[in-house]
């Protein structure tokens, strides 16, 4: 049966890396079935990321019964690979025994990710499951600050004397019992326990057993410390090509290493959270939440937006005699505040990308508001051009034209002015650009669009 599963193409075309339809269809019919060695042979030649994201695109019920029906098949690298959220739904689920079996071979900072944000129960099964070595190793690292390099880091170091030569460190590695299953380094220390280099282990095969380690460091080497900031760490693991760097206490010491795939999932992680900030959907929304809990993230941004849109409708209304002489007033202010919401939108979020990366710093931040500003004034002037024409052919009005025209530039002048200053200002003040952006910059497009489209109708046309 195996034999057929692997014969089967994992996906539905060349080069693509999804999951097929055809295996969802495959894993609910073995549920469906009660068949657990049917199931068991479609799961085994599956990636664990695979078959996290299986779990969290199928529904609640039928999860349920799949990991009923597959008993001691949950192993650490699937819990690690799921959303927070339903993370905790199937730990919960699962019979101490199984929870023990899924997490003894993690590394350390695996665990500490399963665990971090669980409930006290839930991490106390947790650690109860791991040897004593192990589970002091993991509170120690959730003693240290949330999303620092203390809990990013693994505990689990290849370390030499930084006075050894090559075939000394080739016979240690040799000798021991248990190695991390990846590790990229060999930290160099001194005999304070303080890092010193680090030898790629590339570069330690090539070379001749009487080398010294200490000749053959890499000129990265760049250390720690277990309170920095693990988004400032991830960025300089992309800033500087690292693959791997040691973290150190509050004397120098080594604690842990740091290697590219926790820092990169750092660097995915924030990625996603501003796409989903700059929506107003929060930073943690899943497709796996329930209904309640998407409400929940969702309901207070919407009463955000409700206050900035009445207070974009008291400056219509300011004008409620302008827009009664003159009906087509209310037929084309959508357009202007359209116009300057979706500019300020491009601004915004170039601008904010730029900040999360650190392209955008004060040496440069006058230049780039200086090209917004340009860019709002010529595609303000080439869309008033195009509005123009359309007040006059519409409407038959060549003043109502030169009206929305001359607002179109002023909006679409301002919608790029603060998509760069608002983000920028509130940066620093402390405050997430990409969760509170949006919501100023839109208000800022509204009210002025229409305070300028009508204040200029109301001078002019009436």
């Given at each position: 049966m195996t034999d057929q599963i692997d014969s089967q193409e994992p996906q539905e075309d060349e080069g693509d890396f999804g999951l097929p339809a055809r295996l969802f269809d495959e894993v609910l019919d073995a549920v469906e079935a009660g068949d657990a060695a049917r199931l068991d042979a479609i799961f085994e030649p599956l990636h664990p990321a695979d078959i996290a994201d299986l779990l969290e695109q199928i529904d609640a019920r039928d999860r349920r019964a799949l990991?009923?029906?597959?008993?001691?098949?949950?192993?650490?690298?699937?819990?690690?690979?799921?959303?927070?959220?339903?993370?905790?739904?199937?730990?919960?689920?699962?019979?101490?025994?199984?929870?023990?079996?899924?997490?003894?071979?993690?590394?350390?900072?695996?665990?500490?990710?399963?665990?971090?944000?669980?409930?006290?129960?839930?991490?106390?099964?947790?650690?109860?499951?791991?040897?004593?070595?192990?589970?002091?190793?993991?509170?120690?690292?959730?003693?240290?600050?949330?999303?620092?390099?203390?809990?990013l880091m693994q505990v689990e170091v290849v370390r030499a004397p930084e006075h050894w030569s090559v075939g000394e460190a080739i016979d240690f590695l040799r000798r021991a019992e248990r190695l991390p299953d990846q590790f990229y380094h060999v930290m160099l220390v001194d005999p304070r326990m303080k890092p010193v280099g680090y030898v790629q282990i590339g570069r330690l095969l090539s070379k001749s057993r009487a080398t010294l380690l200490r000749d053959i460091t890499e000129e990265s080497f760049r250390t720690f410390h277990v309170e920095d900031d693990e988004g400032a760490v991830a960025y300089a693991f992309n800033q500087y090509h690292l693959i791997s760097a040691p973290v150190v206490d509050d004397d120098d010491r080594l604690v842990g290493v740091i290697t590219i795939d926790d820092a990169m999932n750092v660097l995915d992680e924030e990625h996603e959270e501003d796409?989903?900030?700059?929506?107003?959907?929060?930073?943690?929304?899943?497709?796996?939440?329930?209904?309640?809990?998407?409400?929940?993230?969702?309901?207070?941004?919407?009463?955000?937006?409700?206050?900035?849109?009445?207070?974009?409708s008291l400056v219509i209304s300011l004008f409620e005699e302008t827009i009664a002489g003159l009906v087509a007033l209310a037929v084309l202010m959508p357009i202007v505040a359209s116009m300057g919401g979706n500019a300020g939108t491009q601004s915004l979020t170039v601008a904010v990308r730029a900040i999360a990366t650190r392209d955008l710093t004060t040496s440069n931040v006058w230049r780039v508001i200086r090209r917004e500003v340009a860019v709002g004034l010529i595609n303000g002037l080439a869309f008033a051009v195009v509005m123009g024409l359309v007040g006059l052919v519409w409407f038959g009005s060549p003043m109502l034209g030169v009206v929305i025209a001359v607002a179109m530039v002023i909006n679409l002048v301002v919608a790029g002015l603060s998509g760069v200053v608002v983000p920028v200002v509130l940066d620093r003040f402390g405050v997430d650009p990409a969760l509170a952006s949006g919501t100023f910059v839109t208000t800022v497009t509204d009210v002025v669009g229409f305070f300028a489209f009508l204040g200029l109708a109301s001078v002019i046309l009436l």
């Open positions: 990991l009923a029906l597959w008993k001691g098949g949950m192993d650490g690298e699937i819990l690690s690979e799921l959303d927070d959220n339903l993370r905790e739904e199937i730990i919960q689920s699962l019979a101490p025994t199984e929870l023990a079996s899924a997490v003894r071979e993690l590394e350390s900072d695996d665990v500490v990710d399963l665990v971090e944000y669980l409930d006290e129960d839930q991490q106390s099964a947790v650690l109860d499951a791991l040897a004593a070595t192990d589970r002091i190793a993991v509170e120690k690292a959730l003693a240290y600050p949330e999303e620092s390099a203390g809990r796409i989903l900030r700059l929506a107003g959907v929060g930073g943690e929304s899943e497709l796996s939440d329930s209904v309640r809990e998407t409400t929940k993230q969702r309901l207070p941004w919407l009463a955000v937006n409700l206050g900035t849109a009445i207070i974009a």
